[in-house]
T-cell receptor, first 114, second 117 residues
Framework: DSGVTQTPKHLITATGQRVTLRCSPRSGDLSVYWYQQSLDQGLQFLIHYYNGEERAKGNILERFSAQQFPDLHSELNLSSLELGDSALYFC?????????????FGSGTRLTVV | GDSVTQMEGPVTLSEEAFLTINCTYTATGYPSLFWYVQYPGEGLQLLLKATKADDKGSNKGFEATYRKETTSFHLEKGSVQVSDSAVYFCALSPNRISNFGNEKLTFGTGTRLTIIP
């Protein structure tokens, strides 16, 4: 157990639907990062939150949004889902504002859009 | 922008063989460098890291040396085991001080390693 908890582990949904992925960071970590891992695109950075504030945004679609709550857990919302959104979505946390110490990853949510 | 170029896979080796997975990077300043490992069905785990030039990261028999002159961070292991079969990712993060607000990790494409008994 890495200490980063992601739920659900698996999600199957239809095109056009909306889903919410949840991440609880490791105790004491203030930063949360979201990544998408697909077979053809590798690991793509989506967004970074630090202590409730958005800090960096990567290749995140407008249909996707995220937030970090006062208790530091984070949610990634994916809407108007398309087949191409099927992927593994990882959350990671780290102890400080930067990443010099590396991340701790959760085990991911596998999203299948049918 | 920052980028990481990693040895193409898949790589298949026999048990006890010597392993090298090449990784080179492009970044401004002095990034931190990492190797992550992903076992089947799991998330990524930090394998080792180096935060400045000439640092050597090591863990579980794996080693990598931060070479600024060649912008490389090659992963090596002297004798691989079947349990080392996994996907290995090289990654970098920008220097914290000069890149505040842009601390994302940039990953290579991953190298799938299979060890045959």
């Amino acid at each position: 157990d890495s200490g980063v908890t992601q739920t659900p582990k698996h999600l199957i949904t239809a095109t056009g639907q909306r889903v919410t992925l949840r991440c609880s960071p490791r105790s004491g970590d203030l930063s949360v990062y979201w990544y998408q891992q697909s077979l053809d695109q590798g690991l793509q950075f989506l967004i970074h939150y630090y202590n409730g504030e958005e800090r960096a945004k990567g290749n995140i679609l407008e249909r996707f949004s995220a937030q970090q709550f006062p208790d530091l857990h984070s949610e990634l919302n994916l809407s108007s889902l398309e087949l191409g959104d099927s992927a593994l979505y990882f959350c990671a946390s780290s102890g400080g504002e930067g990443t010099g110490y590396g991340y701790t990853f959760g085990s991911g949510t596998r999203l299948t859009v049918v | 922008g920052d980028s990481v170029t990693q040895m193409e896979g898949p790589v298949t080796l026999s048990e006890e063989a010597f392993l090298t997975i090449n990784c080179t990077y492009t970044a401004t300043g002095y990034p931190s460098l990492f190797w992550y490992v992903q076992y089947p069905g799991e998330g990524l785990q930090l394998l080792l890291k180096a935060t400045k030039a000439d640092d050597k990261g090591s863990n579980k028999g794996f080693e990598a040396t931060y070479r600024k002159e060649t912008t490389s961070f090659h992963l090596e292991k002297g004798s691989v085991q079947v349990s080392d079969s996994a996907v290995y990712f090289c990654a970098l993060s920008p220097n914290r001080i000069s890149n505040f607000g842009n601390e994302k990790l940039t990953f290579g494409t991953g190298t799938r390693l299979t060890i045959i008994p």
